[in-house]
């Protein structure tokens, strides 16, 4: 009966390790998932990173943003990652502002999003601010086997310092790029989403074996979307009214008035995802001693009603 007790309780504590994991983030009903957007809120869907070491969301440097506050990358080997079925979509589209720092001193290959599958042929899609591995300046490269498609403007250009919007669309076998809610090239995509199974994706860092591509800036209000955007949509996001003129990438736009200051979580800062954690695992051994103590009793019982029945013999 102990032995049986033990694995009860053991089946137990394994369970609500299980259950213990951070909640996996769920689209909502217009299809968006909020990766990053204001410290209060965490970063749900994505890893903190640091090299090959995770970190918290309490570590995050956070910076005045486009609209309240943006997430610090320091080109020195900050990223997030995200892994899971959150990306496995029919169809597919990434929103997010940048403001890219020392931009005019900045080596090439720099990676600010990265796709990659988990299968053999390992498709892998990047989004570089200024210059990919078969074109210059600010483009979006997928890679399928052989083939190799490159998203850019009519005129090689890198995209400077300063707030921009930047969209990717992944419609079936057609890829668009957005720049300020301008459609900046369109191509046909050598695979679609389904068939290139993406099972990791990267902010501020390149995935490929020996690639490193750390971006230097501040990312804010990186969207996912489990569809693809309309273009109105698109404009909608980057802020875009009317008739409005494609913005001039040579121009940095000039900062929001109501940004805000610098700021640093305080050293105690609260960590969502690891708060949850944490109240699990304190109930992994509180749950685990009801289970014993309600089991124990009863068994108890029996064992001393059998002892005396062997007395009356």
Known sequence: MKRLLCVLALLLAFTAIAVSAAPAAQYDADGRVAAITEPAEGILPLIYCRGDQDLTAA???????????GALLDGMGAYFRSDGTLLQQESLSF???VNWLDAAAAPTGQR???LRSGNRISPYMALSPNGGEHTEGLCLEMQAGAETVALTADVPMALTAGWHHLAVVWEGTALRLYLDGNLLDEKTAPINPTVFNPQQLCVGKGMRQGETGYFHGTVDEVLLYSRALTEQEVRDLAGVTGDATPMDPATPPADSPDQMAPTQPAADSPDPLQAV????????PVVAVAVLLACWRPWKRRRHRRGSRYKLH
């Open 59 to 69: 570590e995050v440097t956070w910076e005045a943003g486009h609209a309240g506050q």
């Open 95 to 97: 929103s997010l502002w």
């Open 112 to 114: 600010l999003l990265t």
């Open 277 to 284: 954690s944490r109240l699990w695992w304190l109930l992994i």
